[in-house]
Structure formats: C-alpha cells, structure tokens
C-alpha cells in the first residue's frame, strides 16, 4: 500500500515578502513628508519658546540695570566657564568700556562692525540666569545675539541696530538688541560644539547680515536685522529661513514699566491731568513730584514726548514739567 508524505507549509514566500516590503515602502514614502513637516514644526516651536523666555530674561535684567548684556562668546564649549557669560564680565578680555569688544576686535566668538555700533555674539545665558540650553534653538544650533552699544548704559539712548524687511525695507526706528535663530540651513551660526556651520551654496544676503558671516564665512561688518523673511527648509542656495526679534529702546522701556508694576505698589504711569502728582495720582506719583520727580522714596524714571513714525511712545529722561500729560513713569529710588 503506498504511502504518501505531506509536508505543511511554513512562512511567507520571497514574493510574497517582496510585495510587502513594496507596500510598506509606498506608505512610508506617502508619510514621510508629513513626517518632515511635525519634525520642523516642532523644532521652530522650540525655537520660538526659547526666544520667549530668552527676551522675557532681557527685560528682567534691564528692570535691574536700566540697561542691556554684552553677548556672550559664541564658540565657547559648554563645559567653558566662560560659557553663556557676557564678554564684559570676563577681566582677562579687557572689554573697552561702552563696546563688547576688547581694543583689537579679537575676542573669539563676537563680531563687532566697524562702525562701533553694535556686537554680535552669543546669548550671555548664566549672566541671564537661564539654563545653558536656552543658548541654543530647535536645530540645536546657537542663537545669535547683537546690541546697540548706545543701550549698553541707558535704555532710553536711541538703538543703533537697523531693521530691514525681507526685501530690503528699512524700519524707521532702530532696535537697542535683535535676537537671531539661523533657521534649518544654520548660515553662519555656531552648532553645538561652537563650530560655525558653512552650509552647501550661496546664502541670502539677509543671512550673511543677520549671521554677520560672508558666504566663504569671512566677518561681515554690518549694523542691520532683517526680519519678516520667506521662510524655505530647503537645502537650495539663496533661501533665507532665520527666525527673529527685537525691540527698540522705547518697546523695551513699556516692558520694563509693566515688570516694574508687578514688584512695587502702585501703578507706574502717573495719571493726573497735568502730570504734577496731584491729589488724583496715587502715592507713589506725588512722592516723585517733589523737587520736580525726586521725591523721598520715589522718582520720575521717564516721561513720553510724543510719538515715533511707528506710533511707538518716545520716552525720554527729564524732569517732571517736560514730560507729556500722564505718562510719567516712576520707581522706587
């Protein structure tokens, strides 16, 4: 009687695995845009926190100084300790007093143009009181930091960093510090190690100002921002992806007013008629007005004189009779 053998089959056949392989390789390449866009997204949402918080500190140290940080030097290693400090802190740089630089203009890290209006540089993060990752954006790549040296003592001084738009528009009103993240492609930023990146290609003219970097990363001298960009992830020459704020003297001294609000009584712009501290303004305004906005406890900080091109308020120091009707603003002494 004869015998017959059957053998059960097992697993899958190679054509059979070729075909799942071919389906799963369609799906994943349908997804992988998408993939990109959440990865981008997220990193730009980082980025923008971080500038957040990062000009939430600015403020907070002007509130104490009535005046900005130097940069910090931006090729410093993270476990330097000059890390995230502002230039001017360190003795051993010489820094010449109202600049950022010392005389040679060789402080590793910080450029500074020849105009000797502004320097470019790191965020002074430890002198900020942030965590050293506040120093770098969503890419993991450093941010950069430039002030105007007229705001390096006064905030009220006049900033000396101009504004442009994407398209070369100048901004009337000059900014006192402007904050930079190099976007995806990085054009002259420094990375995490403090490596300035060279990315493929020419870049923007706009990103060689913002990074302060030529195309062959030469120093570039320049004392503008441009802002309001055409944001491109993509890896072609000529694209411009920066992200970026600033603030003019004047947008710096009304969030300096409003943090000042919060840490003593009373409200900070004086609100009699004629701005002489009368009996309609709180205690705080008609201590100032004694000897014309020196009182006992209090005095006249600024005062508004009008209006900028933007509608910004122009505050202005001066005495109690100069200022415009209400807008004296006061702090404790």
């Known amino acids: 009687m004869a015998t017959h053998c059957t053998f059960k089959r097992q697993g899958f056949s190679l054509v059979e695995i070729s075909i799942v392989l071919m389906i799963l390789a369609i799906v994943l390449s349908g997804m992988l845009p998408f993939i990109t866009e959440s990865m981008r997204a997220r990193e730009q949402e980082t980025t923008l926190e971080r500038m ?49 630089q010392n005389a040679g203009n060789t402080l590793p890290g910080v450029v500074q143009n020849g105009g000797l209006t502004v320097a470019t540089g790191g965020v002074p993060t430890r002198t900020l009181g942030l965590p050293d990752e506040y120093g770098f954006d969503g890419w993991q790549n450093r941010f950069s930091y430039t002030v105007s040296y007229n705001n390096l003592t006064t905030l009220a001084n006049t900033g000396q960093l101009f504004i442009f738009n994407y398209y070369g528009v100048g901004f009337a009103t000059p900014a006192a510090y402007g904050l930079v993240s190099h976007g ?36 570039l001298s320049s004392n503008r921002l441009y802002v309001n960009g055409r944001i491109d992830d993509s890896n072609l020459a000529n694209v411009y992806d920066d992200l970026t704020v600033y603030k003019t003297p004047n947008q710096l001294l009304v969030n300096v007013s409003v943090v000042n609000s919060s840490t003593y009584a009373g409200p900070i712009f004086c609100t009699n008629a004629n701005s002489n501290g009368g009996a309609d303004d709180n205690a705080a305004c008609r201590d100032a007005a004694v000897g014309g906005g020196i009182g006992t406890t209090y005095e006249a900080f600024y005062c508004r004189d009008g209006t900028d091109a933007e509608g910004q308020p122009i505050f202005t120091s001066g005495t109690w009779s100069n200022c415009d009707d209400g807008t004296i603003l006061v702090r404790p002494r």
């Open 184 to 219: 995806v492609r990085a054009h002259g930023a420094y990375n995490r190690a403090g490596n300035l990146i060279d990315p493929p290609g020419n870049s923007h003219a706009a990103e060689q100002h913002n990074s302060r970097r030529s195309n062959t990363m030469t120093a």
């Open 52 to 100: 957040k918080v990062i000009e939430e500190a600015i403020v907070a140290y002007a509130v104490a100084t009535n005046s900005l940080p130097c940069p910090s030097d931006n090729s410093a290693a993270l476990d330097n300790a000059n890390y995230g400090v502002q230039v001017s802190d360190i003795p051993a740089n010489s820094v010449v007093a109202g600049r950022c």
